[in-house]
């Protein structure tokens, strides 16, 4: 068990650019969900796979962002036309769907930085 | 919909003193409550859950338990240690669906040597 992984950990860009996001899932978990942290709050949920289904989305994923899962392993978040609100740390957790009170292990973050 | 409260903070401690940091919740049908905490430098990982009312959850020496009738899950230690400076989530999911987590404001904690 290697953990979840997210690569980059850190990303800067100029408004307007379009950044991608990985995260590499414990193996055999079948969940995957992501999350969006801003400085001094919560994680706030933004979407959710069951393997390669996205069964939810959150209102604050926009038209800009599109979330896969090609296969049910891994994901990618993509950001289109950033915006300076999209600065903010971007998380991935992971499940095993087996009742409920379900640990969600999570990831390093992506740190997002939009100039 | 689904939220939680947590005490404000920054809160800071003495190493030995006694630690509260309270949680309420506001929730549909019978959610699932847990203690997530961030350490300098790291990601969120779980400290302890209840999945029922009356459970109590405990990880390191600290615990909550689930009191429905109050709406709360207030972490508590007996007593603290520098090493538990991070910063505490307290978080809930529904019983179906997604499950996914509906997070406080988190509470940064300070222990002081």
């Known amino acids: 068990d290697t953990g979840v992984s997210q690569n980059p950990r850190h990303k800067i860009t100029k408004r307007g650019q379009n950044v991608t996001f990985r995260c590499d899932p414990i193996?055999?978990?079948?969940?995957l969900y992501w999350y969006r942290q801003t400085l001094g709050q919560g994680p706030e949920f933004l979407t959710y796979?069951?393997?390669?289904?996205?069964?939810?989305k959150s209102r604050l994923l926009s038209d800009r962002f599109s979330a896969e899962r090609p296969k049910g392993s891994f994901s990618t978040l993509e950001i289109q036309r950033t915006e300076q609100g999209d600065s903010a740390m971007y998380l991935c957790?992971?499940?095993?769907?087996?009742?409920?009170?379900?640990?969600?292990?999570f990831g390093p973050g992506t740190r997002l930085t939009v100039t | 919909g689904n939220s939680v409260t947590q005490m404000e903070g920054p809160v800071t401690l003495s190493e030995e003193a006694f630690l509260t940091i309270n949680c309420t919740y506001t929730?549909?049908?019978?959610?699932?409550l847990f203690w997530y905490v961030q350490y300098p430098g790291e990601g969120l990982q779980l400290l302890l859950k209840?999945?029922?009312?009356?459970d109590k959850g405990s990880n390191k020496g600290f615990e909550a338990t689930y009191r429905k009738e109050t709406t709360s899950f207030h972490l508590e230690k007996g007593s603290v240690q520098v090493s538990d400076s991070a910063v505490y989530f307290c978080?809930?999911?529904?019983?179906?669906?997604?499950?996914?987590?509906?997070f406080g404001q988190g509470t940064r904690l300070t222990i002081n040597p």
């Open positions: 957790a992971s499940s095993l769907a087996r009742g409920t009170g379900v640990e969600q292990y």
């Open positions: 209840a999945t029922k009312a009356d």
């Open positions: 978080a809930l999911s529904s019983s179906g669906g997604a499950q996914k987590l509906v």
């Open positions: 929730a549909t049908g019978y959610p699932s």
């Open positions: 193996s055999e978990h079948n969940r």
């Open positions: 796979f069951q393997n390669e289904a996205q069964l939810e």
